[in-house]
């Protein structure tokens, strides 16, 4: 999420050598956003960690308006064989898989324990929904907060008009930018100050489509707002479809940050991260091919 | 190509120390005093949401007889094995009565005879557990507002706490309470017949409490005896229910 610079800024004096031959510096993301991008980071992280702590009270989901016990889409439990060891089982659909160790099974203090995800990835890390609960909606809060007031920054602001939404010659580049990403090319100069097309559209899907629609299916879960959201329910399917689509986007926002985490590697973590930070942001301007001096 | 080796493996290192962090921290935190109650204010402004934005009066959803569920999963207690409820149950709870007390007018003792015989209700509505799954079921009951009416709420009532029969593996009985607004919700019944049928032992035989709009453990089952209290102060733990002294909220709405 940056802000397209308006001056170039010199480097400040004090201020770590970037790590390429650098012409200039810019100040790329400006405070709101840098402060809103990490409030969801870390809810982002504990909303995850929550949520499968909640899933794990019932690790199981299905299509429809109720749960059909026979007929997960998705399950995760244990077999005890013959010789009492306990092996961890995950079934999609009809196909079954082992998966001792990671999903149905896992070690718990050093002890094989029946639970869907593992403790590490769980908060708390113990079998414990009723505090799962309660860090998922203090955290949805802040989340769904954080995102109004980014939505609210955004449009108000020139930040989505300027940055986010793709131009005319984003949208007769999308090709080029395709190659580039699947080469790991990356933009230089100019260029590297702007979102690329693919970056935008990404970043407009995740936030604009994602979030709300995460929000809305955690919503469809609630019976107390399925007194009013009956439409959306129905929309989706049912109750278990929408705690099945809440699940499944929870898993496309952990592909977001690990694509996330890739590019900003690939394009240089040192300057991405500081950029994200402090807000400033080197670019190279040489005139040279994208090899990379790494 | 080594640095780019050595910095991955660094990036790769602290990014799972930083998440390691947290989880360890999120533990950590939720062993405190402190750090728990800041998170039990989200429920406050949940509640407080939730109110203006689905009304106390609005309906839950009402499903058609085929959504009925082929099994209604029980959960909690199963077959209460106190010896005043095994008795009630070998007479198929002909001694049975349930007693209205507390901040009413006129406390009364209503025999399932005498519950059948007010006006019932009977509504296809689905069922969800904290735990995450859903069942649906028809439940026939007499409406709760109904059963106020008759034994007439002093000004100041505003729970209606829920007594039962039985008693949870750690010696404490099951009990829950719900709000004013919700008791006198159209919905909420105290439920005598399940698909068509008396209700059922595991179900929470011969009366239970359904509160559509809240989850599972809200909906008490084998109730001996509800109170109108002004205060849940007192009653258990004082969280106003079972699940709700272990920790679990007590506006079950989400």
Same mark, same amino acid.
């Given at each position: 999420m940056a802000s397209i610079p308006q001056d170039a800024v010199p480097p400040q004096q004090g201020?770590?050598?970037?790590p390429r031959a650098v012409a200039r510096v810019i100040y790329r993301h400006k405070l709101p956003v840098r402060i809103m991008h990490w409030i969801n980071a870390i809810c982002l992280l504990v909303l995850l960690g929550s949520g499968l702590q909640i899933f794990n009270a019932h690790p199981a989901l299905y299509w429809?308006?109720?749960?059909?016990f026979d007929r997960p889409w998705l399950a995760m439990g244990a077999r005890r064989g013959a010789d009492g060891k306990l092996t961890g089982v995950t079934s999609v659909g009809s196909h079954v898989f082992r998966?001792?160790?990671?999903?149905?099974v896992s070690s718990m203090e050093g002890r094989p324990t029946v639970r869907g995800f593992p403790a590490w990835m769980t908060?708390?890390?113990?079998?414990?929904l009723s505090m799962g609960r309660r860090w998922h909606f203090f955290f949805a809060w802040i989340f769904v907060i954080n995102g109004i007031c980014f939505a609210a920054y955004a449009l108000v602001g020139p930040h989505f008009r300027r940055d986010l939404a793709p131009t005319k010659a984003d949208w007769r580049g999308i090709g080029r930018s395709i190659v580039d990403h699947a080469l790991l090319r990356h933009p230089k100069?100019?260029?590297?100050?702007r979102y690329n097309v693919l970056q935008k559209l990404t970043y407009l899907i995740v936030i604009f489509g994602f979030g709300p629609l995460i929000v809305l299916m955690g919503l469809a879960m609630s019976p107390r707002m399925d007194s009013v959201l009956g439409w959306l329910v129905d929309l989706v399917g049912g109750r278990q479809s929408a705690r099945s689509i809440h699940f499944l986007l929870a898993w496309g926002f952990v592909a977001f940050f690990l694509i996330h985490i890739f590019e900003a590697v690939v394009s240089g973590f040192g300057n991405e991260l500081r950029s994200i930070v402090t807000g400033r942001f080197a670019i190279d301007d040489t005139e040279r091919a994208h090899e990379t001096d790494e | 190509m080594k640095l780019m080796n050595r910095r991955r493996r660094f990036l790769r290192n602290a990014l799972t120390a930083a998440g390691a962090g947290v989880l360890a921290g999120c533990d950590r935190l939720s062993q405190t005093d402190w750090a728990p109650r800041v998170l039990e204010s989200a429920e406050h402004l949940t509640h407080a949401v939730q109110r203006v934005v689905?009304?106390?009066s609005a309906m839950a959803r009402e499903f058609g007889e085929?959504?009925? !569920?082929p099994v209604f999963r029980p959960n909690g207690s199963t077959n209460p094995q106190t010896r005043e409820y095994r008795a009630l149950a070998a007479d198929d709870f002909r001694g049975y009565a349930l007693r209205v007390g507390g901040l009413v007018a006129r406390p009364l003792s209503l025999s399932l005879e005498r519950l059948r015989a007010l006006p019932s209700r009977t509504q296809i509505t689905r069922h969800d557990c904290v735990e995450g799954w859903s069942v649906i079921g028809k439940w026939t009951g007499v409406q709760l507002s109904r059963v106020l009416d008759l034994a007439k709420p002093a000004q100041r009532a505003r729970y209606v706490v829920f007594r039962c029969f039985d008693v949870m593996d750690d010696g404490h009985p099951y009990y829950e309470s719900i709000g004013m607004d919700d008791a006198r919700h159209p919905q909420t019944l105290l439920a005598y017949g399940l698909n068509d049928k008396p209700l059922p032992t595991p179900n929470g035989a011969p009366l239970r409490l359904r509160v559509e709009?809240?989850?599972?453990?809200?909906?008490?089952?084998?109730?001996s005896a509800i109170e109108v209290v002004? !205060?849940?102060?007192?009653?258990?733990?004082?969280?106003?229910g079972y699940w709700e002294d272990q920790g679990y909220e007590w506006y079950a709405g989400i």
């Amino acid at each position: 999420m940056a802000s397209i610079p308006q001056d170039a800024v010199p480097p400040q004096q004090g201020l770590r050598p970037p790590p390429r031959a650098v012409a200039r510096v810019i100040y790329r993301h400006k405070l709101p956003v840098r402060i809103m991008h990490w409030i969801n980071a870390i809810c982002l992280l504990v909303l995850l960690g929550s949520g499968l702590q909640i899933f794990n009270a019932h690790p199981a989901l299905y299509w429809g308006q109720q749960s059909t016990f026979d007929r997960p889409w998705l399950a995760m439990g244990a077999r005890r064989g013959a010789d009492g060891k306990l092996t961890g089982v995950t079934s999609v659909g009809s196909h079954v898989f082992r998966t001792t160790g990671v999903f149905g099974v896992s070690s718990m203090e050093g002890r094989p324990t029946v639970r869907g995800f593992p403790a590490w990835m769980t908060i708390p890390g113990p079998q414990w929904l009723s505090m799962g609960r309660r860090w998922h909606f203090f955290f949805a809060w802040i989340f769904v907060i954080n995102g109004i007031c980014f939505a609210a920054y955004a449009l108000v602001g020139p930040h989505f008009r300027r940055d986010l939404a793709p131009t005319k010659a984003d949208w007769r580049g999308i090709g080029r930018s395709i190659v580039d990403h699947a080469l790991l090319r990356h933009p230089k100069g100019e260029a590297a100050a702007r979102y690329n097309v693919l970056q935008k559209l990404t970043y407009l899907i995740v936030i604009f489509g994602f979030g709300p629609l995460i929000v809305l299916m955690g919503l469809a879960m609630s019976p107390r707002m399925d007194s009013v959201l009956g439409w959306l329910v129905d929309l989706v399917g049912g109750r278990q479809s929408a705690r099945s689509i809440h699940f499944l986007l929870a898993w496309g926002f952990v592909a977001f940050f690990l694509i996330h985490i890739f590019e900003a590697v690939v394009s240089g973590f040192g300057n991405e991260l500081r950029s994200i930070v402090t807000g400033r942001f080197a670019i190279d301007d040489t005139e040279r091919a994208h090899e990379t001096d790494e | 190509m080594k640095l780019m080796n050595r910095r991955r493996r660094f990036l790769r290192n602290a990014l799972t120390a930083a998440g390691a962090g947290v989880l360890a921290g999120c533990d950590r935190l939720s062993q405190t005093d402190w750090a728990p109650r800041v998170l039990e204010s989200a429920e406050h402004l949940t509640h407080a949401v939730q109110r203006v934005v689905a009304p106390p009066s609005a309906m839950a959803r009402e499903f058609g007889e085929a959504d009925i !569920s082929p099994v209604f999963r029980p959960n909690g207690s199963t077959n209460p094995q106190t010896r005043e409820y095994r008795a009630l149950a070998a007479d198929d709870f002909r001694g049975y009565a349930l007693r209205v007390g507390g901040l009413v007018a006129r406390p009364l003792s209503l025999s399932l005879e005498r519950l059948r015989a007010l006006p019932s209700r009977t509504q296809i509505t689905r069922h969800d557990c904290v735990e995450g799954w859903s069942v649906i079921g028809k439940w026939t009951g007499v409406q709760l507002s109904r059963v106020l009416d008759l034994a007439k709420p002093a000004q100041r009532a505003r729970y209606v706490v829920f007594r039962c029969f039985d008693v949870m593996d750690d010696g404490h009985p099951y009990y829950e309470s719900i709000g004013m607004d919700d008791a006198r919700h159209p919905q909420t019944l105290l439920a005598y017949g399940l698909n068509d049928k008396p209700l059922p032992t595991p179900n929470g035989a011969p009366l239970r409490l359904r509160v559509e709009r809240q989850l599972g453990y809200k909906q008490a089952k084998y109730l001996s005896a509800i109170e109108v209290v002004d !205060s849940l102060a007192g009653i258990g733990d004082g969280n106003g229910g079972y699940w709700e002294d272990q920790g679990y909220e007590w506006y079950a709405g989400i």
